[in-house]
Structure formats: structure tokens, C-alpha cells
């Protein structure tokens, strides 16, 4: 009897360590998950901002595309000989 109750307390022991290791790979767990999150809040904030500035920033995009080919074409030497035969 006295043998039984002891392996039944060296099981409970066991199970008792298992349990608090098993908890703290769930707090560790939960930590990572929120530091997770609040990072993806962040990065969501972020992307929503950009998306914002997404049109301006094609506008901005365009009119210096359109300013090059200006000068681009102001430039070349088959324009330049056309405005010395005016």
C-alpha cells in the first residue's frame, strides 16, 4: 500500500511539473502572439499610409516622366537643328 501511494506521488509530481512547463510554453507562447499583433498593427498602419499616398505619389511619378521626355526631346539634335532653320 505504502509502495503504491509512493509511485502514485512520484506520478503526481511528474504530471505537476509537466503541467508547469506546459504553462509556460502557453505564457510564452501568448507573449509572442501579442508582440505579434502589435507588430502587425503597426506594419497595417504603415501599409494604410502609404496606400493613402499611393496617388499623389503616381501624379508626382507622371509629371516628371512628362518633364523628361520634354527635355528629352528639347535636347535632341534633330529638334535643335529644326529651331536654327526658323
Known sequence: MEKEKRELEEKIKIINVQIENST????????????L?????????????????????????ELAQRIRDN????IHPKH???RLDM
Open 24 to 35: 509556460a510554453r502557453i505564457d510564452k507562447v501568448d507573449k509572442r502572439k501579442k508582440k
Open 37 to 61: 499583433f502589435e507588430k502587425g498593427k503597426l506594419l497595417k498602419f504603415d501599409w494604410s499610409s502609404v496606400r493613402i499616398r499611393v496617388p499623389r505619389l503616381r501624379a508626382e511619378q
Open 71 to 74: 527635355i528629352s526631346r528639347t
Open 80 to 82: 535643335i537643328f529644326q
